[in-house]
């Protein structure tokens, strides 16, 4: 069966940085977009970065345009999200996901499978 694990998340400071990572198996990785999207307590999930199958084309939220980098290694069977310069209004639990497309989506429900999260904390 499908399986998303993701890994990274922690505590860290203001300005800091993180690398999530989302393992995945149980299909063809290097068939389909990834995308990474976020959930803060009481708001809704929202859409972070995605990326093509091949990992040449990438798209990102304003939000974190020009400090959050996603990538993948189809080799591994592995998505990344590098986060720098990270803000306290990027706590969230960040999940990762499977796209029904090749190129990625930003629209959650373009998206097929999804992990089970992991928190991210940014303390101000």
């Known amino acids: 069966q499908v399986q998303l694990v993701e890994s990274g998340g922690g505590l860290v400071q203001a300005g800091g940085s993180l690398r999530l990572s989302c393992a995945a198996s149980g299909f063809t990785f290097s068939k389909y977009g990834m995308g990474w999207f976020r959930q803060a307590p009481g708001k809704e999930r929202e859409f972070v970065a995605t990326?093509?199958?091949?990992?040449?084309?990438?798209y990102y939220a304003d939000s974190v345009k020009g400090r959050f980098t996603i990538s993948r290694d189809n080799a591994k069977n592995t998505v990344y999200l590098q986060m720098n310069s990270l803000k306290p209004e990027d706590t969230a639990v960040y999940y990762c996901?499977?796209?029904?497309?090749?190129?990625?989506?930003?629209?959650?429900?373009?998206?097929?499978?999804w992990g089970q999260g992991t928190q991210v904390t940014v303390s101000p």
């Open positions: 990326i093509s199958r091949s990992g040449g084309s990438t």
């Open positions: 996901a499977t796209a029904r497309l090749t190129s990625g989506s930003s629209r959650s429900d373009e998206y097929a499978y």
